[in-house]
């Protein structure tokens, strides 16, 4: 699976990365820019986005309107430092249903992989 990584830490890019190609998928791209993201996202046609909700300049589901309903919401796994619950439901709007807070164990986002890639290829 190819994989993008969203997230305005730079230990958390790296972290997320090596989980991610350790499990033996491809990172096709890496931002802490909402707005980059949403073009990257739309450009590299990534398998899975691992995307976090407060980046640099717009949160997560900014991104996600952005793209204006076309993507897949089991290809996104939202990761966080904190969730409201309020906060969840904006994501669940949008269907999305995988998250995961930081911090998190590595098996934690490896089974959010494999889930997301299952059901990105049961569909």
Do not use: C, W
């Not at 790296?14 to 949403?38: D, M, P, S």
């Not at 952005?66 to 969840?88: A, H, M, R, T």
């Amino acid at each position: 699976m190819r994989v993008l990584i969203v997230d305005d830490s730079v230990y958390s890019i790296a972290l997320i990365g090596l989980i991610v190609k350790r499990k033996g998928h491809e990172v096709v791209g890496e931002t802490k820019n909402g707005e980059e993201a949403a073009a990257m996202i739309k450009e590299l046609k990534p398998d899975i986005v691992t995307l976090d909700n407060m980046l640099n300049d717009i949160d997560g589901t900014d991104v996600l309107a952005k793209l204006e309903g076309d993507f897949n919401p089991n290809q996104f796994i939202v990761i966080s430092g904190s969730y409201e619950e309020s906060v969840l439901a904006e994501y669940k709007k949008f269907g999305i249903t995988r998250f995961l807070k930081k911090p998190f164990e590595p098996q934690e986002l490896e089974e959010a992989l494999e889930k997301a890639a299952g059901s990105l290829l049961t569909k």
